[in-house]
T-cell receptor
């Protein structure tokens, strides 16, 4: 089955800096890679996703890149704000189910 | 649509008791997933259904756990008997696989505490 590795496990940045979170996956058949943001005590919520036929996707301050050859994808957050502080999860898809990375705790200091 | 609805939001029970968690998926979604989240193990997939049929239950930790989906709008996850190590947040999610979007959406979760 799919195995997704995510790093770093914690990331601390100053407001206005950029943050990058990286994931690798094992199943070459994976074709859909979403990113979820989970605030304390709340459900994971989809913030951006990318399909295997696309190399990069951007939505305002958030972007995701995918390298299928190397089986890795990354989340980029620019101009970070304190409200970006949360746990971020990447995921890979195999046979319709999502397998999640272990999560990255992002802290943005004002 | 109200989204994926889970109940109860919080459950505190004594070790050895039966616990039943409930989930109502988004109407029209034909996949339903049960996840367990803990600090140590992150988000683990326990079981998922397609069109009410269990497809993969390899994540169910042991025989004390069982899940059913009697119809397209309702699923249960049961733990009998419960143990303190079952304490976690249990999420239900549903999705609709189409050519353009999976629409994977989580419910608000049930925080289970077994004392």
């Amino acid at each position: 089955g799919e195995n997704v590795e995510q790093h770093p496990s914690t990331l601390s940045v100053q407001e206005g800096d950029s943050a990058v979170i990286k994931c690798t996956y094992s199943d070459s058949a994976s074709n859909y890679f979403p990113w979820y943001k989970q605030e304390l005590g709340k459900r994971p919520q989809l913030i951006i996703d990318i399909r295997s036929n696309v190399g990069e996707k951007k939505d305002q301050r958030i972007a995701v890149t995918l390298n299928k050859t190397a089986k890795h994808f990354s989340l980029h957050i620019t101009e970070t704000q304190p409200e970006d502080s949360a746990v971020y999860f990447c995921a890979g898809t195999s046979y319709g189910k999502l397998t999640f990375g272990q999560g990255t705790i992002l802290t943005v200091h004002p | 649509d109200a989204g994926v609805i889970q109940s109860p939001r919080h459950e505190v029970t004594e070790m050895g008791q039966e616990v039943t968690l409930r989930c109502k998926p988004i109407s029209g979604h034909d996949y339903l997933f049960w996840y367990r989240q803990t600090m140590m193990r992150g988000l683990e997939l326990l079981i998922y259904f397609n069109n009410n049929v269990p497809i993969d239950d390899s994540g169910m930790p042991e025989d004390r756990f069982s899940a059913k989906m009697p119809n397209a709008s309702f699923s249960t996850l049961k733990i009998q008997p419960s143990e303190p190590r079952d304490s976690a947040v249990y999420f239900c999610a549903s999705s609709l696989q189409t050519g353009s979007s999976y629409g994977y959406t989580f419910g608000s979760g049930t925080r289970l505490t077994v004392v």
